[in-house]
């Protein structure tokens, strides 16, 4: 087995390019300026008819030598839309190549193939000699996950892996895995990891062969993880740290169980392969795929301590065996989401923050930040780390939500220090959930979730109990049959002989996330167990998609005009603005408040903090005549804002079907502040990903637009000037 090292021009900037319009985070850096051209958005339709027509994406082509050969007008859309944005990012991919070197340098360092080759092949059951792995380290790639293998047809021609975001240890594993991939689809074996699971878990249902997929990369990575660590036992493996454990604890907690002791050499494989089967084959593959339901353990958790404080005396044991370990998962959850969220700061200016927390977030964000965020709390010590995130959250990081995060690290930093019981903890972190937005959407499904905590707010039992677990849904049904018989359970007992034996009492006292059975407490499902057992109908049961839900609440009520243009007056003459603010009214206030100064803001050259008219002064940074002008920037680079970022208000139906439409520029979802444009044509490209909140309709402005853009030197916007009638 051995890794070689390759780079390709064409791959590098076909990454970077679907990074941009694909695979890019709102907070990541930006490479190309949004709204991107035509010309360049175009590269989204190759990539349509690519899949349309079963094309690999990306083709291993990309990466020989004579590139890719235009076959097809999908291919030739590419190709062309690579060509356009090559002149904005091919220079900062070269800006990297030194980092690369280094980064290959520091691999083969760490990689230890030597050590692992043979491990790694006997784990994948096949004989893996022959293989070799050509590595792209590439410095931009689209996220999730930022790695992948280049296939042509069935062969694996080679991998590639985002260096920025894996680094060190890190990119060590995340090549392991590429390797374990790598190996199941060229190698061949009696014992090959695939071969065996379709043996040991037939058949041929959507979820059954999607608990297989999963089962095996759980595997996968849990092998790699284990190999890093013999060489280097401080290492936290991708397994956990990137999210596979936590979005599918249940099946990670299965094969947990039984693969760490072969890997340890206590196990046979083959008896902890059959181990594993045994006990997925007990319950339906969509107990082992589908997410935690984050309302069922919020409806469990708040009926058992609703009946504890009844009086039933064994709902109060099992709620106090069941908190502190719930509390924990709760903790070791939002302690990874706390290291995402901390990615943030990738772009931010640390030269305007204190000393202390500037070093802490450049080291937060060396690599991956769910990484470097773990890295920097052993280093630091929990309760330091998470005071430098509080402050992280509280100040600079409005721009990036922070006032939704600040109060959540500033519980979990309390929780660390032994200042909230866990079943405080616990209720405090549904209450931020109900309050703040999403704390468990990353993970959990969430689609009843908040039904779910309004029902708690105001005291609907039956609604807590529609969503609980079996047991506990029994318990409560028990519970309610005895009062209406005459029993009270403060004075007279629970009704129950003395002798007889507990109720429902679960098989197993494993309570944590992914460990109880179905219909048990905490097992994060509503479902009878019945319901969740292996059954004909999985062959034939299609998978149910997941439930995304964010929330990012607006910081105030906006005030409300019922008409309102805006002037805005320029080294060419002015430009009239007519704003829907009873279309779009967050949107249209923020305006407002920034053009007339009664927003404060920050400077993005500065870092001060200013309350003067925010628009007063800057130039018109993006001028492409036939497409659009775009102005709010006082960087003057098109990547600067106000200071902080407001959600997106999209209305269904509005289309960029016209010229002079103004919208909000951003670089994602959920990041606008204070950057619009105007269009200067039709561009539906557009559609969906910027929000409208007026038009250009005098004439004159309208031709005053066009001239703007095509203006052979720099215009600025002197001052906007607001013409309002309240509501």
Same mark, same amino acid.
């Given at each position: ?31 190309? /300026? ?8 175009? =590269? ?81 059951? $096949? ?35 985002? =260096? ?72 936290? /493996? ?35 392969? @059959? ?79 204190? #000393? ?42 409005? %721009? ?5 995060? !600040? +109060? ?19 209720? *405090? ?10 704390? =468990? ?9 908040? #039904?779910?905590?309004?029902? *708690? ?39 129950? !002989?003395? &002798?007889? +034996? ?9 309570? @944590? ?22 059954? #004909? ?11 995304? *839900?964010?929330?990012? +609440?607006?910081?105030?009520? /906006? ?53 003067? #008219?925010?628009?007063?002064?800057? %130039? ?34 509005? $289309? ?20 619009? =444009? ?8 557009? &559609? ?7 038009? $250009?309709? &005098? +004439? ?25 009638? /309240?509501?």
């Amino acid at each position: 087995m051995k890794v070689i090292y390759a780079r390709s021009d064409t791959l590098d900037l076909y990454l970077a390019l679907h990074r941009e319009l694909v695979g890019r985070c709102s907070w990541e850096a930006c490479l190309l /300026p949004r709204p991107v051209e035509p010309a360049i958005a175009a =590269f989204q339709h190759g990539l349509r008819g690519w899949r349309e027509n079963g094309v690999t994406i990306p083709p291993a082509a990309f990466a020989a030598p004579d590139g890719l050969a235009v076959t097809d007008e999908a291919t030739r859309t590419v190709l062309a839309a690579m060509e356009a944005a090559r002149p904005r990012l091919a220079p900062t991919i070269a800006a990297f190549d030194e980092r690369r070197t280094l980064a290959e340098a520091d691999l083969d360092q760490r990689l230890r193939l030597s050590q692992v080759a043979d491990p790694l092949a006997a784990a994948m059951g $096949v004989p893996g000699t022959s293989l070799e792995l050509p590595v792209h380290l590439v410095p931009f790639a689209p996220y999730p996950p930022s790695v992948g293998l280049l296939l042509d047809g069935c062969r694996v021609a080679g991998t590639y892996l985002d =260096f920025r975001r894996y680094v060190g240890a890190t990119l060590v594993d995340a090549v392991l895995t590429q390797l374990g991939w790598a190996l199941l689809r060229t190698e061949h074996g009696p014992g090959h990891l695939l071969g065996r699971l379709r043996a040991l878990l037939p058949g041929t249902g959507p979820y059954q062969r999607r608990m297989r997929l999963l089962l095996t990369k759980t595997l996968v990575e849990l092998t790699a993880g284990h190999l890093v660590r013999t060489t280097d036992p401080t290492h936290r /493996p991708c397994v956990d740290v990137l999210g596979t454990a936590w979005r599918f604890p249940r099946l990670y907690d299965l094969a947990r169980r039984h693969w760490t002791p072969y890997l340890d050499g206590h196990l046979d494989r083959e008896r902890a392969l @059959v181990a594993i089967a045994d006990e997925a084959t007990a319950y339906s593959p969509r107990w082992y795929t589908e997410n935690i339901d984050g309302a069922a353990l919020a409806a469990d958790f708040y009926l058992l301590e609703w009946l504890a404080a009844q009086g039933d005396a064994e709902a109060a044991e099992r709620l106090a065996q069941w908190a502190p370990q719930l509390s924990a998962d709760f903790a070791g959850q939002l302690d990874l989401i706390i290291g995402t969220e901390l990615g943030h700061y990738e772009c931010a200016r640390l030269d305007t923050f204190p #000393p202390e927390l500037a070093a802490f977030l450049e080291r937060v964000n060396l690599g991956d930040s769910r990484v470097g965020w773990w890295r920097s709390r052993r280093e630091l010590g929990e309760i330091r780390a998470l005071d430098l995130a509080v402050d992280a959250f509280a100040g600079p990081g409005v %721009e990036y939500g922070g006032e939704a995060w !600040a +109060p959540i690290a500033a519980m979990l930093r309390r929780y660390a220090a032994g200042e909230l019981p866990a079943r405080v903890f616990i209720d *405090q972190c549904f209450t931020l959930q109900h309050n703040n937005g999403c704390l =468990f959407d990353k993970y959990f499904e969430a689609e009843h979730l908040m #039904p779910v905590l309004e029902a *708690q707010a105001a005291g609907e039992l039956a609604t807590l109990a529609r969503h609980s677990s079996a047991e506990v849904r029994r318990r409560w049904q028990r519970h309610r049959h005895h009062l209406e018989r005459g029993y009270s359970p403060e004075w007279l007992g629970d009704g129950r !002989a003395a &002798d007889a +034996p507990p109720p429902d009492r679960p098989r197993t006292t494993r309570l @944590v996330l992914g460990a109880p059975p179905p219909g048990s407490l905490g097992c994060g499902s509503a479902a009878e167990a019945e319901q969740l057992t292996a059954s #004909p109908a999985d062959a034939t049961a299609a998978i149910r998609t997941r439930t995304w *839900q964010f929330r990012r +609440p607006w910081p105030a009520v /906006p005030r409300r005009y019922t008409a309102l243009t805006a002037l805005l007056n320029t080294d060419l003459g002015d430009v009239t603005l007519d704003l829907w603010s009873t279309v779009v009214p967050h949107t249209v206030d923020n305006f407002v408040a920034l053009a007339s100064g009664s927003r404060t803001w920050r400077d993005p050259v500065t870092g001060a903090r200013r309350d003067d #008219p925010f628009y007063d002064g800057v %130039e018109f940074h993006r001028r492409v005549p036939g497409f659009m002008i775009e102005a709010g920037d006082h960087s003057g680079t098109g990547k600067g804002g106000p200071g902080y970022r407001i959600p997106d208000e999209f209305q269904a139906g509005r $289309v960029f079907d016209r010229p002079f439409l103004v919208a909000m520029a951003n670089n994602g979802r959920d990041s606008a502040g204070s950057r619009f =444009f105007i269009t200067l044509a039709a561009a539906r490209h557009l &559609d969906g990903g910027f929000v409208q909140f007026g038009e $250009v309709l &005098d +004439p004159d402005s309208q031709a005053l637009v066009t001239a703007i853009a095509e203006a052979p030197g720099p215009v600025r916007l002197l001052r906007v000037t607001i013409d309002a009638t /309240p509501a």
